[in-house]
């Protein structure tokens, strides 16, 4: 198979030396790519310079912003034929777009000006001389709900990550995930159960859970199983 993986934390710019993040590692999507490659499957890896990275993976292209994300999976998925896409990247669901000293910031609502017009983060760098800073914050796209629109035949697995919720309520956010974004599968995991190598996860398709791990390598034998299985059934079907 010719697989594309995601994985890391997208980063955010407040200014040309500060920005927002989040926690991800990408330690799940750099151990997927590397048991998918000993599997003999060709692999495309699109993270970020600080995330973890896969041994042997020759096709590796970095990003920083979700916006970078965005245009090199358009550039990928348009231009190549993916059999899956595994996208493990935890991206920022918000922006920087402005950005405001407490005393700006009061003068501004003072005149009645739209605090939300700007729409391009263009600061160079924020004084550190202010002592209180309001950060204006904009949507970001969400990038897995564009990955069917630019390839529809690729085999889509995408993530959903909670933090300490009751199993019920973790499998059912997840298949709202699957069907909103289009997923073929989604690996449902929460964030109290992951620690070092040890990974809990449920893999769902539409039909329900389909598999369950508990390690990183567990996870990404059932994330290939299940997507060679799909394949074959596919092919036999033709």
């Known amino acids: ?33 590397e048991e998918m490659q000993a599997y003999g499957h060709e692999i495309y890896y699109v993270t970020t310079k600080v995330a973890a990275q896969p041994v042997g993976v020759k096709q590796i292209f970095y990003i920083e912003s979700t916006k970078d994300l965005q245009n090199i999976l358009e550039k990928l998925l348009t231009t190549q034929t993916f059999d899956a896409v595994i996208h493990a990247m935890a991206v ?7 950005q405001y000293s407490k005393e700006k910031f009061q003068q501004t609502l003072a005149k009645g000006a739209d605090i939300f017009a700007a729409k391009e983060n263009t600061e160079t760098k924020i004084s550190s001389n202010t002592d209180h ?68 996860g449920y893999l769902l398709d539409k039909t329900g859970v389909v598999a369950q791990a508990w390690t990183k390598k567990e996870i990404a034998v059932i994330i290939e199983t299940a997507l060679k299985n799909f394949l074959k059934e596919k092919k036999e079907h033709k």
């Open 92 to 98: 920022s669901d918000f922006t920087p777009v402005a």
């Open 1 to 33: 198979m010719k697989i594309l993986i995601t994985a890391g934390g997208t980063s955010e710019k407040i200014d040309q030396v500060r920005s927002i993040t989040n926690h991800s590692t990408g330690s799940l999507g750099k151990r997927i790519a």
């Open 133 to 200: 800073l309001v950060l204006i914050l904009e949507k970001t796209p969400k990038i897995i709900q564009k990955i069917k629109k630019w390839q529809p035949e690729t085999l889509l697995v995408g993530f959903k990550l909670l933090v300490d919720v009751p199993k019920e309520e973790l499998l059912a956010v997840a298949k709202k995930s699957l069907v909103k974004n289009q997923a073929d599968f989604v690996l449902a995991n929460d964030l109290a159960e992951i620690s070092g190598e040890q990974h809990h």
